[in-house]
């Protein structure tokens, strides 16, 4: 599956919408980023790298922001049509938003989310 870098964009938009404006609102000190591909990794459809809401405590201060990175490289080569394409992207920015909140990948899998 092919897309273009602004098709890609636009379809992380559209998951990041998807959220429910009062957990997007609870997100703190994150950035949703773009990439080709994860430069060790090359079938990782994204990545969430921080200190997770539920980790952080009164000394959490001064950190940059964590970042959920969305592989596009990865994505589309895992796809095989345009609506599975959208579906995955979904999944996974919802994936990676959740390990922000701090949900573990386990309990991710079992709600299906994995």
Known sequence: MVVDE????????????SIPDALFAAMDNVVVLIADRHPEEADLLGLYEGVALTER????????????????????DFCSSEEQL???VAVTVIHEIAHHFGIEE???HALGWG
């Open 106 to 108: 386990h309990t991710l």
């Open 86 to 88: 959208i579906h995955e």
């Open 57 to 76: 405590d009164t000394t959490y201060s001064g950190f940059l922001p964590d970042t959920i990175t969305i592989y596009r490289g990865a994505l589309c």
């Open 6 to 17: 602004a098709r890609f964009e636009s379809l992380v938009d559209d998951a990041l919408d």
